[in-house]
């Protein structure tokens, strides 16, 4: 298929994009200052009409903090580094096995034994090295959340056990952070945006505790399709930059559930709980 841009886009197409728009998030023009390189980078950004020079600014500017560098982690962090995200944070105490490298796209042969974060920033930093990539190799724990969180825009929940999720999500709440949260099991994928903070759902509204232990398997009990962690990490990318730069409409609100088996795609309303316990 033939590209709509080529790589000599012409300076001046890019320049009539660059011009700074009005957007709910920003009403005063603001300063640019892309280099030339920039320019090129993103250019196939920058040519968006929904996104043009503002939405590219917005995108520098913003400061998104990943939790799991795994299967989501992955695509997620290499995803937003290419889009050009200011700084991105990544939390992860593990290290690399074998047995990652079946989905874990960020890492290869030569990361085994060596810690995830360090991994996935060096891959980031190979697509772009204009962002900003900070390592936390540490378990998210109630000791460490709220300083965590408290550095970052936007909060991605990719990590694999319901213990972190709820503690990230009950953080979030708190600090008044949007979250934007994905889930993977065999053949199926979750996706959701939590902003409570604007009146939305917060994720005990969905589930308010915790499932029984042993009631739901972990991925190294019941498997799952690498390329699922592709496509839900990659949308949660996607998510991350519409909550950023303001286009199309949040995803806040619903529950989106992906089963590859079927290739069907369900987009379920979730509503807000007046008697939640963390946001009601």
Known sequence: MATLLQTDTPR?????R????????????MEFNFSEDEIQ???????????????????????VLIVGA???GSPLALYLAAAGVGTIGLVDEDVVELSNLQRQIAHGMSDIGRPKVSSAAESAARINPLVRVVAHQERLAAANVAAL???????CDGTDNFATRFLLADACVAARKTLISAAVLRFEGQLATFKPHEGGP???????EPPPEGL??????????????????TLQATEVLKEITGVGKSLAGYLLVWNALDAEFRK????????CPVCG
């Open 149 to 155: 969180v408290a550095d970052y825009d936007i909060i």
């Open 202 to 208: 917060c994720y005990r509204c969905l589930y308010p």
């Open 12 to 16: 001046e197409v890019l320049s009539a």
């Open 216 to 233: 739901v398997p972990a991925c190294s009990e019941a498997g799952v399709l690498g390329a699922v962690t592709g496509v839900m990490g």
């Open 268 to 275: 379920i309303r979730l509503k807000k709980d007046p008697q």
């Open 41 to 63: 980078r993103y250019a196939r950004h920058i040519l968006l009409r929904e996104l043009g020079g503002t939405g590219q600014a917005l995108i520098k500017e913003a400061k």
């Open 70 to 72: 795994g299967g989501l």
């Open 18 to 29: 660059l011009a700074p728009r009005q957007t709910h998030i920003i009403s005063e023009a």
